[in-house]
């Protein structure tokens, strides 16, 4: 009952936000803009990495239809940028992440992001188009409603084929692919792509999500069963940002006395066992932020239909741009059988669900290596103050072996 209460209260306080927003929301392409890659404010490197002594370097990727991205490279505390020898290894963030911050908000000896540059790999980080450390359209501003006219279909092959095509050309050498959560979406839909695969040498899946009709999280559910991605867009809302004052409020005033907030963070992700509750202050300083309304619907589409397919834009308009009636699969058989995978899903995570897991690997032609920890929520998997023994380690081991199995 208290479960219900609060996803209630929650729904129906965003579906109030969602109103007030309506004013925030305007047009505006007269503020068009192109914000260097490393203005000494908006840069990763000197927000978390560089304080904690690691090398890094901002560097800057135009995608095909303009967007411009955010790649930092990561050496160890005692490595040089420019003499990298171990293999580039690319990080992919999830859903609402502010980018590529999310691999580093824990201690050096917790973040994956840290751990990875410490093993001597050339770390490579990602910021998909709209986060925070990303850098705008090289013509669209912001505020425009084509600034925020993608989902993560567009991620897949737009955002991340661009990052490792640069990376690839940039070190002579394929690459080592990581995605946590929405990232492992956008890896699974790209490495379907022959193109990107062949630039690819193994893929490392934290909660891994192509097919999303079973997840379990009660407050995601709710949301799905009232249509609220299409009241959305029906009233003209293009962008969610999560780190408007609006919504900061918000946020706020549930937590203060009418809602626990570990129990909200429950009803979206499902239980999580291990990461470190005195650092949910600073996680929140840095998360979450915005994604697309568009997404959003993408991803409602995918829970509500069962699907792996590109953008459902209805009868009529699907016939225009794909020539049939309903989207196109991303066929997971095409992720070529030689591509060595590694994935790490958990019991209690209620995005990644176990039946929906079984789902993508009766799918694919290979036989991914699989770490199941039971006590695991979603946010574990990128959090948890035990991941370097729980996690870490056997992923390290599966990229060191060349993606042979680290038990092998």
Excluded at 231 to 238: E, Q
Excluded at 341 to 369: C, F, K, R
């Amino acid at each position: 009952m208290r479960r219900s209460l609060s996803s209630s209260l929650v729904v129906g306080a965003i579906f109030a936000l969602l109103l007030r927003e309506i004013s925030a929301v305007k047009t505006d392409v007269s503020n068009l803009r192109r914000r260097s890659p490393d203005d000494g404010t908006r840069s990763l490197c000197s927000h978390l990495i560089r304080p904690n002594g690691y090398p890094c370097t901002e560097h800057t990727v135009q995608t095909k239809d303009g967007y411009l991205l955010a790649l930092q490279r990561v050496s160890s505390r005692n490595g040089n940028l420019r003499v990298q020898c171990g293999p580039p290894v690319l990080l992919v963030h999830g859903l609402f992440m502010q980018g590529g911050d999310a691999w580093f908000l824990d201690s050096t000896e917790e973040s994956l992001g840290f751990i990875l540059a410490d093993h001597g790999f050339d770390v490579w980080v990602a910021n998909v188009r709209g986060t925070h450390w990303s850098h705008g359209h090289v013509t669209l501003s912001e505020k425009s409603k084509g600034f925020w006219d993608w989902s993560w279909q567009d991620l897949a092959l737009y955002d991340l084929a661009e990052m490792i095509c640069f990376i690839n050309l940039k070190t002579s050498s394929k690459i080592f692919l990581v995605g946590h959560s929405q990232g492992t979406i956008v890896s699974l839909a790209a490495l379907t792509q022959p193109d990107v695969v062949e630039m690819v040498e193994a893929a490392a899946l934290l909660s891994p999500i192509s097919y999303l009709d079973h997840i379990t999280a009660p407050l995601v559910r709710r949301m799905v069963s009232m249509h609220l991605d299409q009241m959305v867009l029906a009233l003209g809302i293009h962008q969610l940002n999560f780190r408007s004052n609006v919504l900061i409020d918000l946020i706020d005033s549930l937590c203060d006395g009418h809602l626990d907030c570990n129990d909200l963070l429950t009803a979206i992700t499902g239980k999580n066992c291990c990461f470190n509750n005195s650092r949910v202050d600073f996680y929140l300083e840095n998360e979450p932020h915005p994604s697309s309304a568009k997404n959003i619907h993408h991803l409602f589409q995918m829970i509500r239909q069962g699907t792996f397919s590109q953008y459902d834009y209805g009868f009529f308009k699907n016939l225009r741009l794909y020539g049939q009636t309903k989207p196109p699969a991303f066929d997971l058989t095409r992720i070529p059988k030689s591509l060595p995978l590694w994935m790490s899903y958990g019991g209690n995570d209620a995005l990644a669900d176990v039946i929906d897991v079984q789902h993508t690997l009766n799918e694919l032609q290979s036989t991914p290596e699989l770490v199941y920890l039971e006590n695991y929520g979603h946010m574990d998997f990128i959090l948890s103050i035990n991941g370097k023994e729980d996690l870490y380690k056997s992923l390290i081991g599966f990229f060191r072996s060349g993606g042979k199995s680290s038990s092998s």
